[in-house]
């Protein structure tokens, strides 16, 4: 009989442990969690009793009984003082979670919402209105078969010329999981686009089946890119039938439905907090919007920190909440994180399908991707915004505005405009 070798080499495994904290805090169920650790450690035999029992052994526990009430109002209050102002409770109880480190669970930070801002946590519901969905169910093979893409300009204020602080990005459809968020001084630059859309792909060596599109000047760069590359598969005949400009069929029209019905809850729960300071700015004559001037003062001070808040709600708000059932789709509920890493587990395709004998690849090469960004153009794209001259002057004033808090853009604006004129 052969002998049985148990391996307790994980007792010992420090990235075990910071995996299975990620999970906890991410509010992933046991089962969930599961998924990811047979897939990320599979020198080790799992079940659900072998996660139980090494959380156990780590330490870790869903909620921390240690934890104050008082602790719990702090970070509330901390964060009714910036765009967390605009979350429900759900939404709260992640980035307590997950940015202030805090386990506890969800009623509590309820009770503190409650007990801090009763009327704002009662106003806070279903955002938007409701809207009339097309006949036809959308329905999609799996992640990686077709990517929704679109830019959003509610920041930028009337005929989207007012404020320099333009948004572009990307949604899985079928998992639902933003791919990416990037916010700069145009989302209409072609190039700016292509390069985006290059830069995800170099980090994610995957590429979409089909890409959605709207029809304009500045996803052309993009789409080049994405036909260009896809001409090393053999899947269609012609590999511009990768590509979906515009709503066209009730499929279509759903599809843009998740990424506009997106635009809608990142502008309620957390770009009219940043709106608010901006048209304080403007209406009260601090900001001149035809001030070439003002307008780099406030993109240097702005695109730094919305983007570290576009990034904590992807990860934290949006690709770690638990999506509930939809009418009209055929789509699963769950969390897109994880429908996204284990679509076989809804009933779903993976569709990036592995280089092997008989099998068409979605995965792109370094070589096949320095191609793209070479007749592409895309690397003429400037790094900066700025010239050096004027951000040295700023960087002056202000050395690090990456550090500026969400609370504290309107007064910042104000000091460096002040300080930049006596230079």
């Given at each position: 009989m052969a002998a049985y070798f148990r391996n307790d080499g994980w007792k010992e495994d420090i990235v075990l442990k910071e995996e299975m904290a990620k999970y906890v805090k991410q509010g992933f169920q046991r089962r969930e969690m599961l998924d990811f650790l047979k897939r990320d450690f599979a020198q080790y035999a799992w079940s659900l009793r072998t996660v139980d029992r090494r959380l156990r052994h780590f330490d870790i526990h869903y909620n921390d009984k240690n934890v104050s009430v008082e602790e719990v109002k702090d970070v509330v209050k901390k964060e009714l003082d910036g765009p967390g102002k605009l979350l429900g409770y759900r939404?709260?109880?992640?980035?307590?979670?997950?940015?202030?480190?805090?386990?506890?669970p969800r009623d509590l930070v309820y009770a503190a919402m409650y007990d801090l801002d009763p009327k704002g946590l009662e106003a806070?519901?279903?955002?938007?209105?409701?809207?009339?969905i097309p006949k036809g169910s959308f329905t999609t093979k799996g992640p990686n078969w077709v990517h929704s893409l679109d830019g959003h300009d509610k920041l930028m204020g009337y005929q989207n010329s007012t404020f320099p602080l333009a948004v572009y990005g990307c949604i899985d459809t079928a998992s639902r999981k933003l791919l990416w968020l990037r916010i700069w001084v145009t989302n209409s630059d072609p190039k700016v686009i292509g390069r985006w859309y290059l830069e995800y792909l170099y980090e994610a060596r995957i590429m979409p089946s089909l890409i959605r599109l709207d029809r304009g000047t500045e996803t052309g760069t993009m789409a080049t890119i994405h036909a260009f590359l896809r001409r090393n598969h053999d899947d269609m005949d012609d590999p511009c039938e990768s590509i979906i400009y515009g709503p066209s069929t009730s499929n279509q029209v759903s599809t843009y439905l998740?990424?506009?019905?997106?635009?809608?809850?990142?502008?309620?729960?957390?770009?009219?907090?940043?709106?608010?300071?901006?048209?304080?700015?403007?209406?009260?004559?601090?900001?001149n919007p035809h001030s070439e001037r003002d307008r780099m003062l406030l993109a240097i001070l702005l695109i730094p920190v919305v983007q570290k808040e576009l990034d904590l709600f992807r990860t934290v708000v949006w690709n770690s909440h638990k999506i509930r059932t939809q009418k009209d789709t055929a789509l699963p509920d769950g969390i897109p994180d994880h429908i996204y890493n284990f679509p076989e587990t809804y009933g779903l395709e993976e569709c990036v399908l592995l280089k092997m004998p008989f099998f068409t690849s979605w995965l792109v090469t370094e070589d096949e991707l320095k191609e793209a960004a070479l007749h592409s153009g895309v690397l003429s794209v400037e790094d900066d915004f700025l010239d050096a001259t004027f951000r040295s002057k700023c960087e002056e004033i202000i050395p690090y505005p990456n550090q500026v808090q969400p609370n504290e853009c309107k007064d910042a604006f104000l000091h460096l405009k002040e300080k930049f004129m006596e230079l």
């Open positions: 939404a709260m109880h992640r980035k307590v979670r997950q940015v202030h480190d805090l386990s506890v806070r519901g279903p955002v938007g209105k409701k809207k009339t998740f990424i506009e019905r997106w635009w809608r809850e990142l502008h309620e729960r957390m770009e009219k907090y940043f709106k608010e300071q901006l048209n304080w700015l403007k209406d009260r004559g601090h900001y």
